[in-house]
């Protein structure tokens, strides 16, 4: 699908010229002791890393620009960028970074007064935000509409990976899906099940799958809007597998996620005595919530993806936040990291189950998008990508293909 999209070399001669590059630095955000705003985990800066070398050795004059959490279009000081743009400083040195672009509301709006304001000086436009590319707002799809523009590095391989997967993936070809909103997902799963030997899935949105089939599922998140769709995609294509057991926690208790507000919240990891976290079957009773997958499940799961050529997760196996229903998410990150087929996690949530075992070397690639992964992997476009197939200097019937592939 990178087809029809200009990249780097597609931009001409840049020396001199002022390129603004939009970057996915919605990075994680921690506090010092002493209160101060540090970024947590910098993957995202480093990957834009290529795409700014290489402008650079092109002689271009570069303004980056990201956006950062979600201020709700008006400047608020607990989401500027001061700490990535300490963090950028660090790893690549006098690049501009401009303030959060959601601190306007032209930029979800996308107005395109915001998008005339943005390449205000600017000769270029560069995409590497491949995180945020399924939304159309003004800095992902209006700068192409005016320069000549090109998806980045990053971009490109992200769009090569992924539609990678679509095209030609070694078999079996297993899909591992987890997360909380099944809403979100049905899509994706119902398009990649047409492709995939098998899709397993876990999860909270496990539940709504488990309770269109007849299960009980106790008190575990569900959605009724959906018990349809989840039975339909049981029937056809019929290769997906779902959790066989779960780990549960005990009606009124809290996760470590919920609030602490009242005195039954016991959240802490430390009521692992029995009477508020219970293994249960197929079925859930009542007031209980399954926040985990078990370990039937775990063996289950991770024997299909140790056997597969290639491996695609997104989201978590259970409430991983909560150490107490960590297990699954872990046993599945090793089982994708022990695969000697091609892996590739995506999501924020497997990435950073991912990282927090140090098991990134081990994956073949790790995507930086969640909802723009699913959204490629659905539809087979983003709307950025649409908008660098329309500017000015692309070339409808190229067949351009990242460095990586050359
Ligand atoms: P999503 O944004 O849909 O990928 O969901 C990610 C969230 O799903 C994480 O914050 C998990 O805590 C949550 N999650 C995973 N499994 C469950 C579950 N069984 N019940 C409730 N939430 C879950």
Redesign the pocket.
């Given at each position: 699908m990178i087809r029809g999209v200009p990249l780097l070399e597609d931009l001409g001669d840049i020396e001199g010229k002022h390129v603004l590059v939009r970057v996915d630095f919605n990075v994680p955000i921690t506090k010092t002791p002493a209160g101060e705003r540090v970024v947590a985990d910098d993957f995202r800066i480093r990957a834009a890393l290529p795409t700014l070398t290489w402008l650079r050795e092109h002689g271009a004059e570069i303004t980056a620009c990201t956006h950062l959490g979600r201020p709700g279009g008006k400047p608020d000081p607990a989401f500027d960028v001061s700490p990535v743009r300490a963090r950028l400083d660090d790893l690549m040195p006098g690049i501009k970074l401009l303030e959060n672009l959601r601190f306007s509301p032209g930029e979800e709006g996308n107005d395109p007064e915001f998008v005339l304001e943005l390449i205000k000086g600017q000769d270029a436009y560069v995409n590497d935000a491949f995180g945020s590319s399924h939304r159309a707002h003004a800095s992902v799809v209006g700068p192409p509409k005016y320069l000549p523009s090109a998806a980045g590095r990053l971009m490109a391989r992200e769009v090569e990976v992924l539609t990678g997967l679509l095209d030609a993936p070694a078999k079996p070809f297993v899909v591992v899906i987890?997360?909380?909103?099944v809403k979100?997902?049905l899509g994706v799963v119902r398009s990649l099940a047409a492709r995939a030997d098998t899709v397993l899935v876990?999860?909270?949105?496990?539940?709504t799958f488990l309770r269109a089939l007849g299960h009980s599922i106790g008190a575990?998140?569900v959605d009724p809007t959906r018990f349809e769709d989840c039975a339909e995609l049981m029937r056809s294509p019929g290769n997906l597998l779902l959790p066989v057991d779960?780990k549960a926690l005990a009606p009124d208790r809290k996760l470590s996620?919920e609030s602490q507000g009242d005195s039954s919240g016991t959240g802490d990891g430390s009521d692992t005595d029995g009477t508020d976290v219970k293994l249960c079957g197929l079925d859930i009773p009542d007031g209980w919530?399954?926040?985990?997958i078990g370990p039937a499940t775990i063996v289950l799961f991770s024997d299909v993806v140790a056997s597969a050529g290639t491996v695609l997760w997104?989201?978590?196996?259970?409430?991983?936040?909560d150490e107490r229903f960590a297990a699954g998410t872990k046993a599945i990150a090793e089982a994708v990291a022990g695969c000697p087929g091609r892996t590739v996690v995506g999501?924020g949530?497997s990435v950073a189950a991912v990282s927090q075992l140090g098991l990134e070397d081990k994956i073949g690639f790790v995507s930086t998008g969640?909802g723009a992964s699913l959204e490629l992997l659905e539809f087979g476009d983003l709307p950025g990508l649409a908008a660098l197939r329309a500017a000015p200097n692309a070339r409808p019937d190229s067949h351009n293909e990242p460095e990586a592939a050359r």
């Open positions: 987890g997360g909380a909103k979100d997902k876990g999860g909270g949105m496990a539940y575990s998140i779960s996620t919530r399954g926040v985990d997104n989201g978590p196996m259970g409430v991983f936040e999501g949530d969640g």
